[in-house]
Each structure stands twice: as C-alpha cells, then as structure tokens.
C-alpha cells in the first residue's frame, strides 16, 4: 500500500484530557497528521486513569498510548502570563485545534474561538462538549457514563427488566464521541479547501449518545408505544435474543421471519414449522415465552461449536458473546488491521486498536507510544522559532516546566 499519508504536513495541537478529543487527535494522527499533545505540567489526568478502579490492571499504561499514540508532548502551564506567546505560536502553527476545556475556565484562559482565531484565519477549531454550547446545562461538567450514557436514554434502555442500570465499558461513549468530532475536523477541511477559511466545529457527548440512540429517541419523538425492558425468557420476538449453549457460551440470534424455517431445520425440529403456535410471526410474538423454552432447551444440547456450524451453514445471523481477552484473539481483528503492532509503549504492551476508518491502498502511520509528559518540550519550541535564552525563560517563568517528563 501506498505510504503518502493522507493529512500528511497537516499539523494539530490537541489540548484537549481524556478521550474524546485526544481520540480524534489520534485518527487524524492515524493517516500522518503531525499532533502536539499539550499538557499542563501536572499531566493529563487521564495518564492515571488505568490506576482508577474499576479500570482494568496492568503493568502498562494501556489507555494513555491507546488514545495519545504518534503524539509529541508539550507541557504548558496555560495559567502563566509567559504561556501567552507560547499559545499563540502553536495557533498560528496549527491547522487544527482541539480543545474541551469547561467554558468557564476556557474565558479565564482566553482560548476561545473569539480569542484565538484572529491569529489564525485557517484555524479549525475544534471543541467537544458534555451537553453542548448551549441550554442551561451547557456548563456542566460531562464524562461519558453522564452525558452520552445516562443523559441520552441509553444506559436506561441496556439492561434486563428488573435490572437497575449498570456500568457501561469505559470510553466507549467517548470513542464514538472522538469519531464524530473527527467527522467535524474533516468536513471544516472540506471547507476550508474550497473557501481558504477556518471554522468552528463541535460536537458533545450528549449528542454522540442522542445519536446512537436515535432509534429509540425518533420512536419516541413520533410518539411510538415501547415494549417493556427486555425479559430473554419472554421476548417480544423469541428469533431475536440471547441463548446458552451446553458449554456455557452465551450466543445472540438475530434473524428475519423468512429465516425461520431454516432455524427450525437446522436445530432439528422442523415439527416446530407445523406446529400452530408458531405459524406466523405475529403468533410467534404471541407465545414467545414458549418458544424461547424450547429453543433454550434445544440449544443447551450442544456446544457452541455445534451451533456455529449449524447457523453457518443455514447462513443465520449469530453472534457469540466474547469477553475482552477472547475478542482480542479473533482472527478477524488482525487480518483487518483492528489490532496493530504498537511501538515502544511497554514490556507487555506490544498492540494497541487502531481507530475504526481504512481508506484501501493507504497504509496508516505504525503505531509508536504516546509521548512522556513534555517529552518533545524542547524541540516543539524551537521549531515554534523560540531561541535558548527565551526558552530558558520559559522554564524559569514556569510556563514550561523545568523537570523532564514523568514517564507515562
């Protein structure tokens, strides 16, 4: 594959913490975007979130170069006066900036879009909000299980009738949130090709989770009647739920009414297509609590090796329910360069995920380890055009800080 990467020369400061718009910073990085982490000199919070239960342990700091990989790292104390002249510098430098500081804080440091677009009129500025730029809400704070989880309908909705709520996988409000504020990054460049202007964009993790709920939310916008939250020994549609086979695996079938006989023959009871109770789809909703016993009792017969066989063959649309340390050993994620090789983060940590967006016959940046905090500090200044002494008055002003990065 080709090696001209896409936003190859395109150049991105990231100030955002955490993992939405870090997350976007990193597929742009994906394709050749040259990206500046810039950190304040305690360090993205984040760098110890793998630390914070109910975060998976390990010896490495898995999420920190998952979501800041092919960075450099600048460490920048915003709050001094001398951090000015700093930030207008990376402004004038960037093609893209990424920010999700509270606005409230975001006016006391003065990087707002009013305050820093006038250095730079190609700037795409790109912010990421909780609950969005407006409303009276717009000034909350957000994470992911608040804002795109519980906010948006959706934490509500995943469970089992009598369940309460539970603990969504961490960050996965936030990956989904980082592609939509790279879709906003990508479409102001459209623009800005076509005009020579910058722009704008935001997108929040209200919006991300409204979206992926959108089923549910235009359901109820049209004033829709919902089924009760799922019960998987009565089901509204016993062809679409959770089953257990001999060897405990757990397995979801999904499958349209003109699949059902090859259902009935491929388990071994084609008498089920005679039998009245389930003649048509609306009598099979109606005695679904039957005809989830019996295919319970059917399906706790065989192992799953049988059943794969069985609806691969019919070509029935299933799909075994894997925990983490399963899923990364399916042969899919490596052929489609899901999981990628990941350079120099860690003795244990030779893989990383790669972001979700292939372009054929363009090879994506290898992946190399998230950078330590203010690790390129240096270098990015004088690149910036600071000479030594003003670099040294950085540090002595503490703008920039004068110890070497902690490692991440």
Same mark, same amino acid.
């Given at each position: ?124 500025? +790109?912010?990421?909000? #909780?609950?969005? /730029?407006?409303?009276? &809400? @717009? ?7 608040? $804002? ?5 309908g959706l934490l509500s909705l995943t469970r089992d009738a009598g369940a309460p709520p539970t603990l969504p996988v961490s960050g996965s409000g936030d ?59 009565n089901p509204p549609n016993a062809t679409f739920n959770v089953y257990r086979a001999a060897d405990d695996t757990w397995f979801v079938i999904v499958l ?7 259902? +009935?023959?491929?388990? #071994?009871?084609? /008498?089920?297509?005679? &039998? @009245? ?7 099979? $909703? ?123």
């Open positions: 594959m080709a090696n001209d990467n896409i936003f190859s020369g395109l150049k991105v400061v990231d100030l955002a913490s955490f993992i939405a718009g870090p997350g976007a910073a990193v597929i742009l990085s994906d394709f050749g975007a040259d990206v500046i982490k810039v950190e304040p000199p305690t360090g993205d919070t984040w760098r110890i979130g793998y630390k914070i239960p109910p975060q998976p342990r390990a010896k490495d700091n898995y999420p920190w170069h998952l979501n800041n990989r092919n960075k450099r790292g600048l460490a920048l104390d915003l709050k001094s006066p001398e951090a000015r002249e700093v930030l207008r510098r990376l402004v004038e430098w960037a093609d893209v900036l990424i920010v999700n500081t509270p606005h409230p804080a975001r006016e006391k440091l003065k990087l707002g879009y009013e305050d820093v677009a006038p250095w730079n009129p190609r700037l795409i500025y +790109a912010d990421v909000t #909780g609950y969005g /730029d407006n409303g009276p &809400d @717009a000034q909350l704070p957000g994470f992911d299980i608040t $804002a795109y989880w519980a906010r948006s990956h989904a949130t980082a592609v939509s504020l790279y879709s906003a990054i990508v479409t102001a460049l459209y623009r800005r090709e076509r005009t020579g202007k910058g722009s704008y964009v935001t997108t929040s993790l209200l919006a991300a989770g409204v979206w992926a709920s959108a089923v549910s939310a235009q359901a109820a916008l049209s004033d829709a009647t919902f089924f009760p939250l799922h019960d998987r020994a349209t009414p003109d699949k059902w006989p090859a259902l +009935a023959n491929g388990i #071994g009871r084609p /008498d089920l297509l005679t &039998d @009245a109770r389930f003649a048509d789809p609306a009598k099979q $909703a109606a005695n679904s609590a039957q005809l989830t016993a019996i295919l319970d009792q059917t399906f706790a017969s065989q192992p799953m090796a049988h059943w794969r066989e069985v609806f691969e063959q019919a070509h029935l649309t299933f799909g075994v329910v894997l925990a983490p340390s399963e899923v990364i050993k399916d042969p899919q994620l490596r052929a489609n360069d899901i999981v990628v090789p990941l350079d120099g983060a860690g003795e244990n940590l030779k893989f990383t995920i790669s972001s979700p967006l292939q372009v054929h016959g363009i090879a994506k940046v290898p992946a190399t380890r998230a950078p330590e905090l203010g690790e390129h500090s240096e270098e990015i200044l004088k690149q910036l055009g600071f000479n030594t002494n003003e670099i040294d008055s950085l540090r002595t002003s503490g703008a920039v800080p004068k110890a070497p990065g902690r490692a991440a």
